[in-house]
């Protein structure tokens, strides 16, 4: 009975350690910067006012090799550290930071609840930062991923080449815009907001960066852009990169779908 309690642990302790050496295999970290006047673009009063006219953060996410982020944390399915601090523990922790996070990493969307930031930061945590370099350390991790975004050498702004304007780019111009000025390929990741309209809105740009702590160092993205933007033809591919709105913007879709049409 014992001798068999025991193999059962050893067992249990090894499948531990293979599923926790497979999920921190991740290869490199994906930094997601977002252009609010894309996410705002068509329900502009669900999110926070002013929306903000700089690109924010979305996340600091450990990639595979292939580009999938790692999935979320789980102590059965996805065990990738042993004790990673709980989502809801990192708040008090991330004092030091608080206004910095306040400003580069705001919860874009209102909702009802209270604390849309500390909500937004909690669930970004218990994705990817659990399964990060850092399950024990909240604060290096989100402070990471600060410097980077606060950095004007990897400021969408800067490095896209072009400004926000009511003309679309092709998407190709501005991936080797960002590949000629900070000498890698980003992820230009796409929106759709307009029903029934092809049109494609820059909604993040990511960057990707070589595994370390801190990561620093830029590397090629391996998937140059997402779904969405693959969703039309190559030849379609035009990004609109729109001008910032402001929470009482109306757009007056059907009407430009009748003018285009
Ligand atoms: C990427 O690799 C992971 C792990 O090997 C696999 O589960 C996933 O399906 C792959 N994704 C793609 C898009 O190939
Ligand atoms: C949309 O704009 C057109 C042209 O300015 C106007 O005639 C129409 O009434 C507007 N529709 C709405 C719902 O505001």
């Given at each position: 009975?014992?001798?068999?309690?025991?193999?059962?642990?050893?067992?249990?302790?090894?499948?531990?350690?293979?599923?926790?050496?497979?999920?921190?295999?991740?290869?490199?970290?994906?930094?997601?910067?977002?252009?609010p006047?894309?996410v705002?673009?068509?329900?502009p009063q669900?999110?926070?006012?002013?929306?903000?006219?700089?690109?924010?953060?979305?996340?600091?996410?450990?990639?595979?090799?292939?580009?999938?982020?790692?999935?979320?944390y789980?102590?059965?399915?996805?065990?990738?550290?042993?004790?990673?601090?709980?989502?809801?523990?990192?708040?008090?922790?991330?004092?030091?930071?608080?206004?910095?996070?306040?400003?580069?990493?705001?919860?874009?969307?209102?909702?009802?609840?209270?604390?849309?930031?500390e909500?937004?930061?909690?669930?970004?945590?218990?994705?990817?930062?659990?399964?990060?370099?850092?399950?024990?350390?909240?604060?290096?991790?989100?402070?990471?991923?600060?410097?980077?975004?606060?950095?004007?050498?990897?400021?969408?702004?800067?490095?896209?080449?072009?400004?926000?304007?009511?003309?679309?780019?092709?998407?190709?111009?501005?991936?080797?815009?960002?590949?000629?000025n900070?000498?890698?390929?980003?992820?230009?990741?796409?929106?759709?907001?307009?029903?029934?309209?092809?049109?494609?809105?820059?909604?993040?740009?990511?960057?990707?960066?070589?595994?370390?702590?801190?990561?620093?160092?830029?590397?090629?993205?391996p998937d140059?852009?997402?779904?969405?933007?693959?969703?039309?033809?190559?030849?379609?591919?035009?990004?609109?990169?729109?001008?910032?709105?402001?929470?009482?913007?109306?757009?007056?879709?059907?009407?430009?779908?009748?003018?285009?049409?």
């Amino acid at each position: 009975m014992v001798i068999k309690q025991i193999l059962a642990f050893a067992a249990a302790v090894v499948a531990s350690l293979v599923v926790s050496a497979q999920g921190s295999e991740f290869e490199f970290y994906k930094l997601s910067l977002i252009w609010p006047s894309s996410v705002c673009f068509s329900t502009p009063q669900n999110c926070i006012s002013p929306i903000p006219r700089i690109f924010t953060i979305h996340g600091l996410w450990p990639t595979l090799k292939n580009g999938t982020a790692l999935p979320p944390y789980d102590p059965v399915d996805n065990n990738c550290n042993l004790s990673p601090v709980a989502p809801g523990d990192i708040v008090a922790k991330l004092t030091s930071i608080r206004a910095r996070l306040q400003t580069k990493w705001p919860n874009l969307i209102k909702g009802n609840r209270p604390n849309p930031d500390e909500l937004f930061w909690q669930i970004e945590w218990s994705h990817h930062g659990m399964c990060s370099d850092y399950p024990q350390d909240p604060l290096p991790y989100f402070t990471s991923a600060l410097n980077l975004a606060e950095s004007d050498k990897y400021d969408p702004l800067k490095v896209l080449g072009v400004a926000p304007s009511s003309t679309p780019h092709p998407i190709d111009t501005l991936l080797e815009n960002v590949k000629k000025n900070v000498g890698f390929y980003p992820q230009i990741s796409c929106s759709r907001p307009i029903k029934g309209s092809n049109q494609l809105y820059l909604r993040e740009v990511r960057l990707c960066f070589k595994r370390a702590m801190p990561p620093s160092a830029l590397q090629n993205c391996p998937d140059d852009m997402d779904d969405v933007c693959r969703s039309v033809p190559p030849l379609d591919r035009n990004v609109m990169f729109p001008l910032p709105i402001t929470t009482s913007s109306v757009h007056n879709v059907s009407w430009e779908l009748m003018a285009s049409a």
